[in-house]
């Protein structure tokens, strides 16, 4: 059973508009959650964090918001570019694993100019 | 060189070949990672190396192995592979508990 969902597998949005990519997640135990981008033929790259003691993190045009009662964390990305164009992986680590980081299958954000 | 590099960037081997897949990061991380991605699934973690010890197999089978001779460089062994093995293995390397950085990948594709 998929502990990270992330359920829309694609996302389109016009440039300057805001995109918001959606993750849900079911064990309580996480302490820890990440957002990584991934362009093709590349490895996924870092974006942004959040624990669980936060509920917001804001770096420049992308912030996620962590609702820990609904488990549920999104990332928003205003205003969006055509370069935002790729998969965005919602990734999560805690409980007594520590170690594990556990991936949501991603979304396709596409942003169209 | 900065960050994390695999070598192959890609592989086609057939199933009764044996090939290695390389893996550097110059990061000064502590912990190594293999990963597999396949089309239309997450991410799977398949190995975990701390200071150049195996911590976790996520119940790989045997017909890859991993090797870590140093924490800067860590190995995946393949041999008798199966088509259904043809995905994207990623590396990645950390200071735990927290982010991966992660390499290119090699995109393997088994015949």
New interface residues.
Partial sequence: DQQVKQNSPSLSVQEGRISILNCDYTNSMFDYFLWYKKYPAEGPTFLISISSIKDKNEDGRFTVFLNKSAKHLSLHIVPSQPGDSAVYFCAAIGGQAGTALIFGKGTTLSVSS | ETG?T?TPRHLVMGMTNKKSLKCEQHLGHN?MYWYKQSA????E?MF?Y?FKEQ??NNSVPSRFSPECPNSSHLFLHLHTLQPEDSALY???SSQ??????????T?LTVT
């Fill in positions: 994390v695999q912990a239309k699934k997450p991410l973690l975990v701390n911590t976790e990623l590396c990645a735990p508990p927290g982010i991966r950085w992660f390499g290119p990948g995109r």
